[in-house]
C-alpha cells in the first residue's frame, strides 16, 4: 500500500507538471502573438504566411522562460533556502 507522504508527493508532483505545462503553453501563445503583430505591422501581406519560428527564438524563448520561473519562483526558493532547504 502507497503511503499517505507518497501519494502527496505524486499528487504534487502531477500538479506542478499540469501547471507547468499550461504556463509553458500561454508563454509560447504569448511570445507568438506578439512575433505575429509586429511582423503585421511592418509588412502587411505576412497575416497570409505562416511564421516558422528561427533556432534563435528558441533561445530567446528559453530566456524569457528561465526570467518568468525566477519571477515566480524566487520568494518561493529564497523562502526554502532560510529554511535549510
Given at each position: 500500500?502507497?503511503?499517505?507522504?507518497?501519494?502527496?508527493?505524486?499528487?504534487?508532483?502531477?500538479?506542478?507538471s499540469?501547471?507547468?505545462?499550461?504556463?509553458?503553453?500561454?508563454?509560447?501563445?504569448?511570445?507568438?502573438?506578439?512575433?505575429?503583430e509586429?511582423?503585421?505591422?511592418?509588412?502587411?501581406?505576412?497575416?497570409?504566411?505562416?511564421?516558422?519560428?528561427?533556432?534563435?527564438?528558441?533561445?530567446?524563448?528559453?530566456?524569457?522562460?528561465?526570467?518568468?520561473?525566477?519571477?515566480?519562483?524566487?520568494?518561493?526558493?529564497?523562502?526554502?533556502?532560510?529554511?535549510?532547504?
Amino acid at each position: 500500500m502507497i503511503s499517505l507522504l507518497t501519494q502527496e508527493r505524486l499528487l504534487g508532483a502531477a500538479l506542478g507538471s499540469v501547471l507547468t505545462g499550461v504556463v509553458v503553453l500561454e508563454q509560447r501563445k504569448s511570445i507568438y502573438k506578439s512575433v505575429s503583430e509586429n511582423q503585421s505591422r511592418f509588412s502587411p501581406q505576412s497575416q497570409t504566411t505562416v511564421h516558422i519560428p528561427k533556432k534563435e527564438s528558441g533561445i530567446e524563448f528559453a530566456h524569457l522562460w528561465n526570467k518568468s520561473v525566477d519571477q515566480a519562483l524566487g520568494p518561493v526558493i529564497r523562502s526554502l533556502g532560510t529554511r535549510g532547504w
